[in-house]
T-cell receptor, first 113, second 110 residues
Framework: DAGVTQSPTHLIKTRGQQVTLRCSPK?????VSWYQQALGQGPQFIFQ???????QRGNFPDRFSGHQFPNYSSELNVNALLLGDSALYLC????????????FGPGTRLTVL | RKEVEQDPGPFNVPEGATVAFNCTYS??????FFWYRQDCRKEPKLLMS???SGNEDGRFTAQLNRASQYISLLIRDSKLSDSATYLC???????????FGTGTRLTIIP
């Protein structure tokens, strides 16, 4: 039973660039949530995708956008990267929109120089 | 005020000791409560859910006080492998997001 997978593992970008992170949910799950974890902080909710639509959004600017595909996998896009976007980006999958049982992937560590 | 507040530590505790973590939350509409464990540079993993009646899983005991909006985690007979960051997590019923505290870092000393 495959768990949540994310790619790439690590990524280095420069300010102003754009990045796309990818997530495949746990087998049987249909909902994907994205979180940003800065060093020394807890994860912060970015947004959630269910039925290919953004269902709820945290306090993040429009530079952060996403997409969910028919196979439930998801992408997180960040435009016009800032130094402060350097963080661990975590994808969590669940079954159903309001499920609080979320399983996290290993994350993508983004460094912006 | 932060939605979920934890003492960031670090807590340095000798092996075999008992250690307790506390957490407070600000939204009285919160319905689900959890403790997650996060090892260095790894993803958070669910340690246990927290129920009003309190619950125990081996050496770990979690308790919830709704009146005081307070959650606790007790680890007995601590092991070296318990060294990690412990995250207090809250979910408002029907809400899609999990709200995390900043985490409490625990190091068990041999």
């Amino acid at each position: 039973d495959a768990g949540v997978t994310q790619s790439p593992t690590h990524l280095i970008k420069t300010r102003g660039q754009q990045v796309t992170l990818r997530c495949s949910p746990k087998s049987g799950h249909d909902t994907v949530s994205w979180y940003q974890q800065a060093l020394g902080q807890g994860p912060q909710f970015i947004f959630q995708y269910y039925e290919e639509e953004e269902r709820q959004r945290g306090n993040f600017p429009d530079r952060f956008s996403g997409h969910q595909f028919p196979n439930y996998s998801s992408e997180l896009n960040v435009n016009a990267l800032l130094l402060g976007d350097s963080a661990l980006y975590l994808c969590a999958s669940s079954l159903g929109r309001a499920s609080d049982t979320q399983y996290f992937g290993p994350g993508t560590r983004l460094t912006v120089l | 005020r932060k939605e979920v507040e934890q003492d960031p530590g670090p807590f340095n505790v000798p092996e075999g000791a008992t250690v307790a973590f506390n957490c407070t939350y600000s939204n009285s509409a919160s319905q689900s409560f959890f403790w997650y464990r996060q090892d260095c540079r790894k993803e958070p993993k669910l340690l246990m859910s927290v129920y009003s009646s309190g619950n125990e899983d081996g050496r770990f005991t979690a308790q919830l006080n709704r009146a005081s909006q307070y959650i606790s985690l007790l680890i007995r007979d601590s092991k070296l492998s318990d060294s990690a960051t412990y995250l207090c997590v809250v979910n408002i019923f029907g809400n899609e997001k999990l709200t995390f505290g900043t985490g409490t870092r625990l190091t068990i000393i041999p």
